[in-house]
C-alpha cells in the first residue's frame, strides 16, 4: 500500500433502531435519533454523520488547494446542507430517492484572493474532494449478511 | 413539508487544514486528521465520519426492515471498510478516483430467521438505506464560494 492509501473501516455496535455506538480507530461517535424517532437525541443521526463528512473533507480540500494557488485564507466556515424525504426508507409508496436529493455546499472564505483565482481554487476544491466524490458519483456498496443462530 | 421529510444541515469552523468542529444541531463533532497529516489526531478524520454514516444508517434500517419482516434481531454489529487512495486529492498523477472505490459493510446479526428470510431482509436493507442511496447512487453536488475581504 503506497503512502497515499489508506484502509479506513469502522466497527458499529447496536443498541436499538435509533441508537448505536461506531468505533472508528480510538475514537467513539454516538449515533442517535430525536425522540419523535425513537431515540435519545444524545447524538447526530446518520445523515447528519454524512453533511460532516462532506464538510470536513471539503475543509481539507479548502487548505490543500489555496497552498497549491499561493491563496491566503484568513477564515474559512462551510454549511452543507440538504433535503431528504424517508417515505421510502419506511416502505411507504413513493417516487423519491431514498437519500439527499442533493448536497449543497457554501464555502465561506476570508481573503484577498481574485475571482478568477477563487473560481480555479472552488473548481479544484469540487472535483478532487473525496467524499464529494463519493457523494457524486456511483462507488459500489456491497452489504452482506453473518448470521448465527441465538444460543 | 410532510412528515416523513428533513431538511438537515451542519455548519463547519475551520481551524486548520486538518482540523475543524462540526455543528449539527445542538451537537458538536471534532475532525481531525493523525499527526503524519499534519492534525493532533483528536478526532475521526472525514472518510471515518462516512463510514460511519453509512453504518448508522445501515442499523437503522436492519431494525426496521426486521420489523416489516417479524424478525427477531437479538444482536447486531455492523462493520464498514473501504480502501482509498488521496493521490488524486494531492493532485499527483494517477488513475485513482477521489474517494473510496468501494464500500463494504457486513451484518452481524444473532437470529433464527431463515436464510430465504435474511436475504430479503439484507435486499431491503441495502436497497432503501438513505446513505447507502447517497453511496451508490450519483447525488448532485454544489459547491460555491461567498468570499469577502478582509477587513
Given at each position: 500500500m503506497s503512502d497515499t492509501e489508506l484502509h479506513a473501516r469502522v466497527h458499529l455496535q447496536s443498541e436499538t433502531m435509533a441508537r448505536c455506538l461506531v468505533t472508528a480507530r480510538q475514537f467513539k461517535l454516538q449515533v442517535d435519533e430525536p425522540q419523535s424517532q425513537g431515540?435519545?437525541?444524545?447524538g447526530p443521526n446518520p445523515v447528519e454523520y454524512l453533511l460532516a463528512a462532506q464538510a470536513g473533507c471539503l475543509n481539507y480540500m479548502c487548505h490543500w488547494v489555496a497552498r497549491e494557488l499561493k491563496i491566503t485564507i484568513r477564515s474559512l466556515q462551510i454549511d452543507v446542507d440538504g433535503h431528504v424525504d424517508f417515505a421510502r426508507c419506511m416502505g411507504?409508496?413513493?417516487?423519491?430517492?431514498?437519500?439527499?436529493e442533493s448536497l449543497n455546499a457554501v464555502l465561506r472564505v476570508e481573503t484577498d484572493a481574485d475571482d478568477d483565482t477563487l473560481e480555479e481554487w472552488r473548481r479544484r476544491v469540487e472535483s478532487r474532494c473525496p467524499v464529494g466524490d463519493n457523494v457524486a458519483n456511483p462507488t459500489p456498496l456491497n452489504v452482506s449478511v453473518s448470521a448465527t443462530q441465538p444460543a
Open positions: 431515540g435519545r437525541d444524545e411507504l409508496p413513493t417516487d423519491k430517492r431514498a437519500g439527499f
